[in-house]
Nanobody, 120 residues
Framework: VQLQAFGGGLVQAGGSLRLSCAASGRTFSTYTMAWFRQAPGKEREFVAR????????YYADSVKGRFTISRDNAKNSVHLQMNSLKPEDTAVYFC??????????????WGQGTLVTVSS
């Protein structure tokens, strides 16, 4: 399995970015897809997730109402639409695939990360 994340960049506070994660290598119907992020000097933290086969989406409280996770079945891709960005959203964002939940250890496959910088 390979995951490739892209779409990061520099944006002003209040702006929007859309991250994408292209997945390849095997079928994913039993896995959960997720986004995590890691700010400088901090641990990697959960952002959003959903089970590939369908079901409820989950978000960290810090992004609820501002970020939306979605998928494109035809392209085996997962997206993270980020609106109303804040400087504290600055981090490297990683897509991940695995067993689900909120913890890094639950995810076996990781993309390389894409940097999001939000200026004040």
């Amino acid at each position: 399995v390979q995951l490739q994340a892209f779409g990061g960049g520099l944006v002003q506070a209040g702006g929007s970015l859309r991250l994408s994660c292209a997945a390849s290598g095997r079928t994913f119907s039993t896995y959960t897809m997720a986004w995590f992020r890691q700010a400088p000097g901090k641990e990697r933290e959960f952002v959003a997730r959903f089970r590939w086969s369908g079901g409820t989406t989950y978000y960290a409280d810090s992004v609820k109402g501002r970020f939306t996770i979605s998928r494109d079945n035809a392209k085996n891709s997962v997206h993270l639409q980020m609106n109303s960005l804040k400087p504290e959203d600055t981090a490297v964002y990683f897509c991940a695939m695995g067993g689900g939940g909120y913890y890094v250890e639950r995810y076996r496959y990781w993309g390389q990360g894409t940097l999001v910088t939000v200026s004040s």
